[in-house]
């Protein structure tokens, strides 16, 4: 048994985890973004992936579907919900308090993030055997890819999230701060509009927005068309991202209330 107990700071970031959870689960409208969003949201596009050449790209409704509700989990139950929660326990001195004892700058911050990442990672799971059930997807050809997208996806999301908190006053204004990335993710990144259907030169650009290969691979391993070729430059261009935004959260983080 003393092989399997945690180490110092496995305890620490379990103790921390376990404290934010609770908060959130205090927050019952944090709650309902996290968790019914991703949920509901992807069902008010339906009409217009109805109206999409699907079967020319090789997609099906339910694949367009379960993409836009991981990809709506990213954005909900883990980016906004954690900008939000950063920016209140910045406000509210906790992150201050907590970097007077035993955890470290990073520890904090990867402690704050576990149960929204938790949380994107659960939906992921209940979502694609939903889908699978409900829609007919059935299992993906190339699981590792999509456990990939969505690992690098609820990764990136919680950098992002940092950074974007960095930038953000109060816990009020967190949804305005927000706003930009959630928008140009949703119809650029393949969460609302799949990059398949767009013009060739403009799906090229929408290629390397920050969500986008985390969406490609996702989407790609329940297709099992995304080559190896592919599938390594989606890989590269997520990993750029997350290096990018752990850099500019380690230089512009701030610990202290900005008032």
Known sequence: MSGMALSPVGRRLRALARAELTLLGRNRSAVVTALLMPLAVPFTVRPAVDQMDLKGEGLSVGTVMLTAAIGFSFLFAVYTALVSALVARREELVLKRLRTGELGDAEILVGTAL??????????????????????????????????????GLVLCAALAALTASFTRTVESAQVTAAPLVFVSMMGSGIAIPTEVLPDRVASVCELLPLSPAIRLVRGGFTGQLSGYEALGAVATA?????????AVRRWFRWEPRR
Request: charged fraction near 0%; glycine fraction near 10%.
């Open 115 to 152: 149960p929204a990442v938790c949380v994107g990672l659960a939906q992921a799971v209940v979502l694609s055997v939903g889908c699978a059930v409900l829609l007919g997807t059935g299992a993906p050809p190339a699981p590792y890819l999509s456990v990939l997208g969505v690992l690098s």
């Open 239 to 247: 990993l750029a991202w997350t290096v990018v935004a752990v850099f």
